[in-house]
T-cell receptor
Framework: DAGVTQSPTHLIKTRGQHVTLRCSPI?????VSWYQQVLGQGPQFIFQ???????GRGNFPDRFSARQFPNYSSELNVNALLLGDSALYLC????????????FGPGTRLTVL | KQEVTQIPAALSVAEGENLVLNCSFT??????LQWFRQDPGKGLTSLLL?????REQTSGRLNASLDKSSGRSTLYIAASQPGDSATYLC????????????FGKGTKLSVKP
C-alpha cells in the first residue's frame, strides 16, 4: 500500500507570494494533520482535519489555512509568505480517533527568499 | 502547557553498543506517546506507539517504555548499527486533542562502524 504522499517535494517562493501544498493520506485514513518543522526543531502542529472539518488548530497566524476534500486529500495554503515560513511542511494521516498511530509523508521543503 | 524534552541532544556510539534515548513530558494527561525516526531532510518514520495504559512496546531491536505518572519514556536500541544513525523524536498526544502531537527537539544519533 502507498504511504502518505505530498507534493511538491521542494518549492522556492519569494516574500509576499502565496503557496499551496498537497497531501494524500494512506488509503482508508480519514484524518489528516499538518505540521511545520524548522531546522533543528521538532514539528509544530498547524491543523487537523477529519471528515472535511477542521478539528484542531495550532498557534499559527491566519495566513495559514487548509481544507480537506471528499477523497480525504488535503491542501495547506499560506498567504503573504515571510522568510520565517521557510521550513519542512509535513502531512500525517491516521484512522479516526485519538488513539491511532500517525503516519507521516516525506514533506515539502519550502524556501522563501 | 505540555512540553516535551529529549536528552541528550546528540549521542555518538560505536557499532554494536546498546543505547537508551530519553524523553520527558510535563503533563501526564496523554492518550499515547509515539517514537519516530527522521533521516536528514526526510519525513518521519513511526517506530513505536505506546498507549497511555501500556508500559512498553517492542519491535525488533527497539523497546520503548512509558511511565506516565513520572512523565518519562525511554527508547532502547539493542546492538546498534550504522544504519541506525538518524534523529529520533518522541511525541505525545494530549488528552482532549484529536490530531495534535507535541514533539521534542529530538536526539541525533551517530553510530560509528
Amino acid at each position: 500500500d502507498a504511504g502518505v504522499t505530498q507534493s511538491p517535494t521542494h518549492l522556492i517562493k519569494t516574500r509576499g507570494q502565496h503557496v499551496t501544498l498537497r497531501c494524500s493520506p494512506i488509503s482508508g485514513h480519514k484524518s489528516v494533520s499538518w505540521y511545520q518543522q524548522v531546522l533543528g526543531q521538532g514539528p509544530q502542529f498547524i491543523f487537523q482535519y477529519y471528515e472535511k472539518e477542521e478539528r484542531g488548530r495550532g498557534n499559527f497566524p491566519d495566513r495559514f489555512s487548509a481544507r480537506q476534500f471528499p477523497n480525504y486529500s488535503s491542501e495547506l495554503n499560506v498567504n503573504a509568505l515571510l522568510l520565517g515560513d521557510s521550513a519542512l511542511y509535513l502531512c500525517a494521516s491516521s484512522w479516526a480517533g485519538a488513539m491511532n498511530e500517525q503516519f507521516f509523508g516525506p514533506g515539502t521543503r519550502l524556501t522563501v527568499l | 502547557k505540555q512540553e516535551v524534552t529529549q536528552i541528550p541532544a546528540a549521542l555518538s556510539v560505536a557499532e554494536g553498543e546498546n543505547l537508551v534515548l530519553n524523553c520527558s513530558f510535563t503533563d501526564s494527561a496523554i492518550y499515547n506517546l509515539q517514537w519516530f525516526r527522521q533521516d536528514p531532510g526526510k519525513g518521519l518514520t513511526s517506530l513505536l506507539l505506546i498507549q497511555s495504559s501500556q508500559r512498553e512496546q517492542t519491535s525488533g531491536r527497539l523497546n520503548a517504555s512509558l511511565d506516565k505518572s513520572s512523565g518519562r519514556s525511554t527508547l532502547y536500541i539493542a546492538a546498534s548499527q550504522p544504519g541506525d544513525s538518524a534523529t529520533y523524536l518522541c511525541a505525545v498526544r494530549p488528552t482532549g486533542s484529536q490530531g495534535n502531537l507535541i514533539f521534542g527537539k529530538g536526539t541525533k544519533l551517530s553510530v560509528k562502524p
